[in-house]
């Protein structure tokens, strides 16, 4: 297996630097509002280097991608077209994009989002990143599973898979019937563990979700995992990328 495994390290270089030796990869967030401009790029580059890892970047957790009106729209793709443009010039590998719209029920908005998806992704294929959807489906404006996985292949887009949050929407079977219809389009994974109570991005093994169902459908997964548990105990985070290469090498 050629999988890179890596941690998300939120928008902190501090946590980066302290978490990431013995990891492919580090997932960068930048925060909403943040102008990368400010971002010490001298030393993102040589916390990379000293581990030789590679950049991913997360794109801001609350900005939604399709609204009801045309002249937000626009402004959603020129503001994710300049952090893309960033993300490029960082040599960033991948750029994980939340699947959210204003009203993730209202049937008349999935088309707009396709559109945004596509200008979104014009854009980040114009920066030399590659644009991964997440599942959010679990939150207020994340569209749910499937409506994602319709309008990823629609767009012809990746989609970053985040188990935790496929299980804390829909449970094991979620996992299992995304990953049937869609697996074929999962390029990053997120993995942590949680539990149904609302418990989540804990270490795999302290949750409820069995990650036999992921390896039933991703089993040689040669794309790129980032682990998403919220500690900085790099016994914890290590023992999680470990279970989850493990899993995906059965």
Known sequence: MTTDVGLTVGDSLERMERTIPGFDLAELSIGEGTNPDTIDETRLEEGLSEEDADLCVHLPFKQDVATPVPEINDAIVDYLTRLLSWAGTVDARKAVLH????????????????????????????AGVELVVENVGHQKRGLPLSVLGDLARETDTAVCFDVGHAYMEDGEDGIDRFLSGYGDLVSHLHVHDARSRGDTHLPIGAGEIEYGVVADHL??????????????????????????IDALEV
Do not use: S, Y
């Open 219 to 244: 089993e040689g997964f040669d794309g790129t995992v980032a682990v998403e548990v919220f500690t900085d105990d790099r016994t914890l985070l290590r023992d999680t990328a470990d279970r989850a």
């Open 99 to 126: 699947g959210t719209a204003r009203n993730p029920h209202d049937t008349a908005l999935r088309p707009v989002f396709a559109d945004q998806l596509e200008a979104i992704g014009t854009a980040a294929d114009e």
